[in-house]
């Protein structure tokens, strides 16, 4: 392999000093950023490629990870997105006969360093306990104060705006231009497959960078606007909340999607905080109050919406609800055509339950 050697020793050190040794795997290096956990058994392409991820490190709690190999379609953006990857077993060889190379190799290229052979069982329940934390992985050196000191300087996700970083730099795009409805998204880390979802709606879609100011949107005359997903904290993103207030005094249908809900929720007054180690994976239970029916749902954040101040708010109204903790998963507007969930109803791979919300945005804008 020509950048790193799966039998080397690396070394993974925690915020709080815990330490652990394994294998080293992808990139030969150093990365940090915020430890946090993803349940999914499957669709590992896909979390490494979510925008969501940017700036984070991800332990994947399956036990073997890359056995299906890499395709280059199954991917959520233009790139991998995760600051590095820590797994119990990283598998090299993969079964797959449509895969176009391995996890191996797939790392190596995206220049991804990542550790393995650890008891990723004992490292999730100790980030349960003690919540999430910044991290710092090492294949290169395992001289554990000079790691501290690197670690030291890495700021926190707390307070930290990541999706301008992540943002297109350029308007593009998707679906078919003749299309009778027309989409305007704020691209804030948006997922392709979200995209693809509008797009097999009957949906024209203009997606713009995250700074975009909202009248240069106007000459698309958008139908609707979905406001995306996305990394890092939603609460210093003054510019996408004013952009929000705009569209809503507009009332023209509007969309959000986990960031997107966050961003709704913080131009409605209600605050957002940062959840102890967050939600991540592919069988959470919620529960849509307004029909009594549950979905099984994907989620990847790790910032909420003040439970608390929804209920206080005459404009605001739970839609959905998590039954495992009973965390805000939906709201809408009253009075207005406006609503956002927290999960993921695009969720590719994933369960399907929740696609319905992409036809009632359809049918709101018709």
Known sequence: MSESSTSSTAVLLLEDGNVFYGKAFGKTGTTTGEICFNTGMTGYQEVFTDPSYFGQVIIMNAAHIGNYGVKASDVESSSVKIRGLIGRNLEEKYSRFQADSSLQQYLEAQQVVAIHEVDTRALVAHIRTCGAMNCIISSETLDIEALKKQLAGVPSMDGLELASEVSTKEVYEV???????????????????????????????????????????????????????????????????????????????MFGICLGHQLLA?????????????????????????????????????????????????????????????????????????????????????????????????????
């Open 175 to 253: 679906g078919n231009p003749h299309a009778p409805i027309r989409v305007a998204v704020y691209d804030f880390g948006v997922k392709k497959h979200i995209l693809t979802s509008l797009a097999e709606r009957g949906a024209h879609i203009r997606v713009y960078p995250a700074k975009t100011p909202l009248k240069d949107t106007e000459d698309f005359k958008p139908h609707g606007y979905f406001i995306s997903n996305g990394p890092g904290d939603p609460a210093p993103m003054d510019y996408a909340i004013e952009t929000v207030k705009g569209i809503l005094k507009k009332g023209i249908p």
């Open 266 to 366: 913080l131009a409605n007054d209600i605050p957002t905080f940062k959840m102890h180690h967050g939600h991540r994976g592919l069988n959470h239970p919620v529960k849509n109050i307004i029909t009594g029916r549950s979905e099984i749902t994907t989620q990847n954040h790790g910032f909420g919406i003040d439970p608390e101040a929804v209920k206080k708010s005459g404009k605001v109204e739970i839609t959905h609800v998590n039954l495992n903790d009973d965390s805000i998963e939906g709201i809408r507007l009253k009075g207005k055509k406006a609503f956002s969930v927290q999960y993921h109803p695009e969720s590719t791979p994933g369960p399907h339950d929740s696609r319905y919300l992409f036809d009632e945005f359809i049918g709101m804008m018709k």
